[in-house]
């Protein structure tokens, strides 16, 4: 903070012309001195409850304002689609919210809610299942009761059910109209498997074969007691709320745990990959697995990802293309983890036909770069400093943490995990990045997946630079050999035969 | 970095009290002008410790742009990450002496551009006068010296060192937006660093370096072709607006016209700099945990430096124009069918925006109207929603909408006049309208709970004309009358000033055909015994028919009087046409089993 003097001369000089106070300011930010923050992270235990049937409560209130968001949340999700019905668990979710309840009809639960003024979603993802009411205290007693009856007695209205069904059809018909949607199905598909619920897509059969007896089966396998949490945030008081979920949940059966997740099994052939679509701009996707959550080297991985292309115009891959070179607007690099299995290491960028190539190396000499060459401290430490001065935000609002604190629960995520999470990231080096770069990037084993006009893309920038220096085509990558994915039908994802 | 776009940042209300609660709100921030005129308002919050998030706004956009230079503000605002005359550089009085013989070739190679390659391209000699791959030896030359003094500067610039900076210090979501009325920077900082900010911010504001120039004049052209050019609707869109617009300078594009982007030299965009980003126009906004008394002594030091190099910029003189008759746009792209009628409305802060906004959620959500007649009961559409967009200098309102299946997009603009045919002649009931009310009030506590979107709320009023319009317009919500709605939908709503957009999908030729049971499904339940069966006489009484001519008359009449069908019958009529021409085509080819539906 600003000494006593500076500021006193600050605020009497002001009135005497600009170069006065100037001459206080510090000439470059790093001369500034600045006051220690201190954060200690809030720790679950200090939030936990546990009602009688043993379904953990995270709670934080605050007074702001006369609002309360009570969230739960259940284990279970896509993964568990039998075979043939991908697209159950998005529309058992939507399903809940919007087809009625024991009670009342789709159309009158809506007017009830809309009329309280409570926000209510429901929802089945990936891994996890949630339903959330978001009301005006006041209105809790009232709106929960009817919240609750979805939750648990959920109608499944059929004619909601074809008025869902007939939005999925037709969202499915515009697949193919969005270069990036189709590259990340392509990369998804390639790397996991088709199959697999991270890649796995609805289809037209799929989605005209999903009935309500289907997601009632489907719905009572997730949400049950076994598999909840809860979190509490908003104006409440704590041991009011305590009793008023203890009652609301009377009665309400236990059931059977969602199963784990599973592994991936399919294993994906390196190369050039693309997929014929006629347009000004490329998506290239550059990926191969990543890092698995709890991997001792995971925060060498995180600081080496930040460097190369996670941490916006400071990370390498951004300042070659886009800001050194001009070749795309949105150009870095994700490490995603996974807790049960690696995740996926992906690098992006959207650049015109005939920069594809140029771009491509760019991102390759990167990879080199960072494998073979160690990063400066300098460059090291700007990293280490933002993760752990940013770090507060993680627990910014009371919502995202009471959230954090119930998926950490349920992913067993190492105790002491956040109070030593700075450490572990100031004792990363220059040598631990330069060893995460050799031992996680694999551009030798990487997909390259292209969406755009192949026989133009190929030829790279031959043809339109004027510069000779910065001439690059698609022959530089895997001995310029390319495997052309076949035009999915947007409907069924079968390839359509060619049409000329 | 972002073009802001249709309404990105929505402003929700404030202070209402719903009858079941007696908590006020009131957006209260601190009030503070510095000597140079740069205003400032202090909004202290503890609620989400340790952080704060901070910007300034400028009263600048694409409307104050003209032709030649649309896209400036945006570019400018990507051009205020390049860094200082101090920061982005090793060496910066050589900076200055590259940047200064940058600006000069730039500017010869504009004149000889403008001049030489345009009345090429103009003889149709080539394409695009731009594109290096194009270029005379003069120009080659003159590219060539540019290339060279950019790889020399290159060796004492420190890239994105203005983004490091932040970033090593905890900054996070550094960004902007640049929108038709406004230009916002913002950033979170832990809350050790607000003076970090004060620095950075009032060092870019006095010294931009406008650096790089050439190299972020590709990254905005990439930009571009990402939202517009290879989105589904996006370049149609552009032209829309652009004919809706008529008059008014909303009429292009915020990230500007491709020939403009490629043009501008650094005396444009310095020159622009200098008119509208003096401190009397911008106000800086914080937001979070902080001790106001320190912030205020910060933001004198720092910001109180800033010079006024200008007079004050001249306001607006040119303004919308009404339409004064219908406007239609129909394109195909890669996308999926769907239309759009728009209207004029009302700018911001105007009496009757809050009852556009009121009919818009009546109209809005599942239990709006839009949902339960053209999803629900008619089944004719997948989605369909309203919107008001009250901007600074004007309005438009919007119904849009997307078929299911093989509905006509006529089917749902016809729906739509009918829903609006309700809302003139037919008074809202006190429940619907109360209901809306309670949301809003709602969603005003709602947007109040967290700090990016408390400074996106306080810095865009301001921008439009006050902060104050956050306590206002609630209070306005709150007393929106039946008769309101009925008036306003009146007076705005006419069909001979409203634009309409259809998009189809692009080789959508393949048509489907129909088949009667999906006429019977189209038909009021009522009508389906009358219609059906004589519908089935005539499609046997066609297999008969052999005079082609005679049937082709028929088609022609049939489109002549397709706008005065009811759009009840629109889908019975479609599959008449169908059989009429399938008929036609098996005539002329002389074959009973005549090819469907082939490709182009």
């Given at each position: 903070m600003r000494s006593l003097i500076t500021t006193t001369c600050a605020l009497m000089c002001i009135g005497s012309g600009a170069l006065a106070v100037a001459a206080d300011i510090p000439t470059h930010p790093a001369d500034i001195s600045f006051e220690e923050l201190n954060f200690t992270p809030p720790s679950p235990s200090d939030f936990r409850n546990e009602l009688s049937n043993g379904v953990p409560v995270f709670m934080a209130s605050s007074d702001e304002f006369p609002l309360v968001t009570i969230t739960l949340s259940f284990k279970g999700g896509a993964y568990m689609e039998p075979d043939g019905m991908a697209g159950l668990a998005a529309m058992t979710g939507a399903m809940i919210r919007t087809g009625g309840s024991s009670m009342m009809s789709p159309s009158d639960m809506d007017e009830e809610f809309d009329f309280m003024a409570a926000n209510v979603s429901a929802g089945i993802g990936d891994r996890n299942a949630n339903a959330t009411i978001n009301c005006l205290t006041s209105n809790l007693d009232d709106a929960f009761g009817l919240f609750m009856d979805m939750v648990q007695q959920p109608r499944f209205d059929s004619d909601r059910l074809e008025v869902l069904r007939g939005q999925q059809l037709?969202?499915?018909?515009?697949?193919?109209?969005?270069?990036?949607?189709?590259?990340?199905?392509?990369?998804?598909?390639?790397?996991?498997?088709?199959?697999?619920?991270?890649?796995?897509?609805?289809?037209?059969?799929?989605?005209?074969?999903?009935?309500?007896?289907?997601?009632?089966?489907?719905?009572?396998?997730?949400?049950?007691?076994?598999?909840?949490?809860?979190?509490?945030?908003?104006?409440?008081?704590?041991?009011?709320?305590?009793?008023?979920?203890?009652?609301?949940?009377?009665?309400?059966?236990?059931?059977?745990?969602?199963?784990?997740?599973p592994s991936p099994t399919h294993t994906f052939t390196p190369g050039v990959y693309y997929y014929e679509k006629d347009q000004p701009q490329v998506q290239v996707l550059i990926g191969h697995r990543g890092v698995q959550r709890d991997d001792p080297n995971a925060p060498a991985v995180e600081v080496m990802n930040d460097i190369l292309g996670g941490s916006g115009f400071t990370s390498r891959i951004t300042n070659s293309v886009r800001t050194r070179e001009g070749l795309a607007y949105t150009a870095g690099s994700v490490m995603r983890s996974r807790v049960e299995y690696p995740g996926m290491?992906?690098?992006?960028?959207?650049?015109?036909?005939?920069?594809?190539?140029?771009?491509?190396?760019?991102?390759?000499?990167?990879?080199?770069?960072?494998?073979?060459?160690?990063?400066?401290?300098?460059?090291?430490?700007?990293?280490?400093?933002?993760?752990?001065?940013?770090?507060?935000?993680?627990?910014?609002?009371?919502?995202?943490?009471?959230g954090l604190f119930m998926s950490d629960e349920r992913t067993n995520r190492p105790a002491g995990y956040w109070e030593n999470y700075r450490e572990r990231v100031r004792s990363v080096n220059s040598q631990d990045v330069q060893q995460a770069a050799n031992d996680y990037l694999h551009p030798e084993d990487a997909v390259i997946l292209i969406v755009g006009p192949w026989e133009e893309i190929k030829k790279g920038n031959s043809e339109s630079e004027a510069d000779e220096a910065r001439i690059a085509t698609m022959e530089e990558f895997f001995g310029g050999k390319a495997t052309q994915i076949p035009t999915r039908d947007p409907e069924t994802l079968k390839p359509v035969e060619s049409q000329d | 970095m972002r073009a802001l776009r249709k309404a990105a940042i929505s402003v929700a209300a404030i202070l209402m009290i719903p009858a079941s609660t007696s908590i006020a709100q009131n957006v209260q921030p601190i009030e503070y002008t510095l000597d140079n005129g740069m205003k400032f308002l202090l909004m202290p919050r503890d609620e989400q410790p340790n952080v704060i998030t901070a910007?300034?706004?400028?009263?600048?956009?694409?409307?104050?742009?003209?032709?030649?230079?649309?896209?400036?503000?945006?570019?400018?605002?990507?051009?205020?990450?390049?860094?200082?005359?101090?920061?982005?550089?090793?060496?910066a009085e050589q900076d200055q002496v590259f940047r200064d013989q940058l600006t000069a070739v730039r500017k010869n190679m504009r004149a000889y551009t403008l001049d030489v390659q345009y009345q090429r391209m103009y003889r149709g000699e080539i394409e695009n006068p731009w594109d290096p791959a194009n270029d005379t030896d003069e120009l080659r030359e003159m590219r060539s010296e540019m290339t060279r003094l950019q790889d020399e500067q290159s060796q004492i610039t420190i890239k994105n060192e203005f983004d490091s900076l932040y970033t090593g210090n905890g900054g996070s979501g550094m960004n902007a937006g640049t929108s038709q009325d406004f230009t916002?920077?913002?950033?979170?900082?832990?809350?050790?660093?607000?003076?970090?900010?004060?620095?950075?911010?009032?060092?870019?504001?006095i010294?931009?370096?406008?650096?790089?120039?050439?190299?972020?004049?590709?990254?905005?052209?990439?930009?571009?072709?990402?939202?517009?050019?290879?989105?589904?609707?996006?370049?149609?869109?552009?032209?829309?607006?652009?004919?809706?617009?008529?008059?008014?300078?909303?009429?292009?594009?915020?990230?500007?016209?491709m020939s403009d982007l490629m043009s501008y030299t650094e005396g444009d965009i310095r020159e622009y700099f200098e008119t509208y980003y003096q401190p009397a126009n911008l106000t800086g906004v914080i937001v979070g945990d902080f001790d106001p008394a320190d912030a205020k002594q910060l933001v004198e030091s720092y910001f109180g430096r800033i010079p006024n190099r200008r007079p004050k910029a001249a306001p607006l003189a040119t303004y919308s124009v009404p339409?004064?008759?219908?406007?239609?746009?129909?394109?195909?792209?890669?996308?999926?069918?769907?239309?759009?009628?728009?209207?004029?409305?009302?700018?911001?802060?105007?009496?009757?925006?809050?009852?556009?906004?009121?009919?818009?959620?009546?109209?809005?959500?599942?239990?709006?109207?839009?949902?339960?007649?053209?999803?629900?009961?008619?089944?004719?559409?997948?989605?369909?929603?309203?919107?008001?967009?009250?901007?600074?200098?004007?309005?438009?309102?919007?119904?849009?909408?997307?078929?299911?299946?093989?509905?006509?997009?006529?089917?749902?603009?016809?729906?739509?006049?009918?829903?609006?045919?309700?809302?003139?002649?037919?008074?809202?009931?006190?429940?619907?309208?109360?209901?809306?009310?309670?949301?809003?009030?709602?969603?005003?506590?709602?947007?109040?709970?967290?700090?990016?979107?408390?400074?996106?709320q306080i810095s865009i009023t301001e921008a439009y004309g006050g902060y104050e319009y956050l306590n206002e317009h609630p209070t306005r919500i709150a007393a929106v009358t039946a008769e309101d709605i009925m008036r306003v939908a009146n007076e705005y709503f006419s069909a001979d000033a409203r634009a309409v957009a259809s998009y189809t999908?692009?080789?959508?030729?393949?048509?489907?055909?129909?088949?009667?049971?999906?006429?019977?499904?189209?038909?009021?339940?009522?009508m389906v015994e009358m219609v059906v069966p004589q519908l089935e006489m005539q499609i046997t009484a066609l297999a008969s028919e052999t005079d082609a001519s005679g049937l082709q008359a028929q088609l022609d009449e049939m489109e002549a009087q397709q706008g005065m069908v009811p759009p009840q019958f629109q889908t019975a009529m479609k599959f008449v046409k169908q059989q009429i021409e399938k008929r036609i085509s098996e005539i002329e080819s002389g074959s009973d089993s005549a090819e469907q539906g082939g490709d182009e």
């Open positions: 037709e969202q499915i018909k515009t697949r193919d109209d969005d270069g990036l949607q189709i590259a990340l199905r392509e990369m998804n598909f390639l790397m996991w498997g088709e199959d697999f619920f991270e890649a796995r897509q609805p289809t037209k059969s799929s989605l005209e074969s999903i009935s309500v007896d289907d997601m009632r089966a489907f719905h009572a396998s997730i949400f049950n007691p076994a598999n909840m949490m809860v979190s509490v945030t908003g104006d409440f008081d704590e041991s009011t709320m305590l009793s008023f979920l203890e009652k609301s949940f009377q009665g309400w059966e236990s059931g059977a745990r969602s199963p784990e997740i290491f992906m690098s992006y960028f959207f650049t015109k036909v005939p920069t594809t190539a140029l771009a491509t190396r760019l991102v390759f000499d990167e990879i080199d770069t960072i494998q073979n060459e160690a990063a400066t401290t300098d460059e090291v430490e700007t990293i280490q400093n933002n993760i752990i001065e940013t770090f507060p935000r993680t627990f910014e609002s009371k919502g995202a943490t009471m | 910007g300034w706004i400028a009263n600048v956009g694409s409307v104050n742009e003209r032709p030649g230079i649309t896209g400036v503000s945006h570019f400018l605002e990507h051009l205020l990450f390049k860094g200082t005359d101090t920061v982005g550089t090793s060496d916002v920077f913002y950033i979170n900082v832990p809350s050790n660093k607000l003076e970090l900010w004060a620095w950075m911010e009032s060092d870019r504001l010294s931009p370096s406008l650096r790089e120039l050439d190299a972020e004049r590709f990254v905005v052209i990439e930009e571009r072709r990402q939202r517009l050019e290879a989105t589904a609707t996006g370049k149609l869109g552009e032209q829309f607006d652009s004919m809706f617009w008529v008059a008014s300078p909303y009429n292009w594009p915020v990230i500007g016209w339409l004064l008759g219908e406007i239609r746009f129909s394109g195909e792209c890669d996308c999926q069918n769907q239309v759009e009628v728009r209207y004029r409305s009302v700018p911001f802060g105007h009496p009757d925006e809050a009852v556009f906004d009121v009919m818009a959620d009546l109209l809005n959500g599942r239990t709006g109207r839009l949902y339960k007649s053209l999803v629900e009961d008619q089944g004719i559409a997948t989605g369909a929603n309203a919107s008001n967009r009250a901007q600074h200098y004007a309005g438009s309102f919007s119904f849009s909408a997307r078929p299911k299946g093989n509905v006509e997009l006529a089917e749902l603009e016809a729906a739509w006049y009918e829903q609006l045919e309700l809302l003139k002649t037919e008074l809202v009931s006190d429940r619907e309208l109360q209901k809306v009310k309670n949301g809003q009030a709602a969603d005003t506590f709602r947007g109040l709970q967290d700090n990016s979107s408390l400074f996106f999908r692009r080789g959508g030729a393949e048509e489907v055909l129909l088949t009667i049971d999906d006429v019977r499904d189209s038909l009021p339940e009522d």
